[in-house]
């Protein structure tokens, strides 16, 4: 491990050659409480690709002498899976006027060092770029006394309020992935965060 991280818009060739090594991460980061995924690469490729397709789609890595080490998604809510953009549709909110952070992933021997903070503003520059200016994401909810949730957790809450990010009150969805230990995929509950840029 380097002492420096670049962190950076990978262009969509660059993108594109680092399918696989993001579907590594998200299996790798993911399998962690609260997410508890049991990632497998066939879900991955659908998920990424559907992903992909998307225009607009951004993909910040976070490298170490070139190996990706972290990564952040975004791309417009409307080219986004409908399970994400059906909701805000339902309210009566235009899918079209918001752009979709989708994962973001790094590696535990790289956290502590404003990665997360870079994700954040290189996604939100994206979004500036491409004419929004409401940035949304979701996140899992766990019961508090979920059986997995390791002593001491504590949510990233309190991370987003500080980049400027409020929950949706009422506003929610679900999203299937298998949990650690399960056999099959189970609809999960999200809750949606989002910021006037």
């Known amino acids: 491990m380097t002492a420096a991280v670049e962190v950076r818009r990978l262009s969509r060739p660059e993108a594109e050659a680092a399918f696989d090594d993001l579907a590594r991460l998200r299996i790798e980061v993911f399998r962690d409480f609260p997410y508890l995924y049991e990632g497998d690469f066939d879900y991955e490729r659908r998920y990424l690709a559907t992903f992909m397709a998307s225009p607009g789609a ?12 972290g990564a952040a998604t975004a ?10 953009a059906g909701p805000f549709a339902a309210r009566g909110l235009d899918p ?18 404003g990665v997360g903070v870079r994700f954040f503003e290189e996604r939100e520059q994206a979004a500036r770029e491409a004419g929004f200016s409401r940035c949304v994401f979701s996140s899992v ?57």
């Open 75 to 84: 791309a417009p809510l409307s080219d986004h899976f409908d399970e994400f």
């Open 58 to 69: 951004v993909v910040i890595g976070a490298l170490d002498g070139g190996a990706l080490v």
């Open 141 to 197: 909810v766990r019961p508090a006394d979920h059986p997995a949730r390791p002593a001491g957790y504590a949510p990233l809450d309190a991370f987003w309020t500080r980049r400027g990010y409020a929950r949706i009150e009422g506003l929610a969805t679900g999203f299937s992935w298998r949990d650690v230990g399960e056999a099959h995929e189970t609809v999960k509950p999200m809750e949606f965060w989002q910021r006037t840029l």
């Open 96 to 113: 079209a006027d918001f752009f979709y952070f989708g994962e973001s992933v790094l590696r535990k021997a790289y956290r502590g060092r």
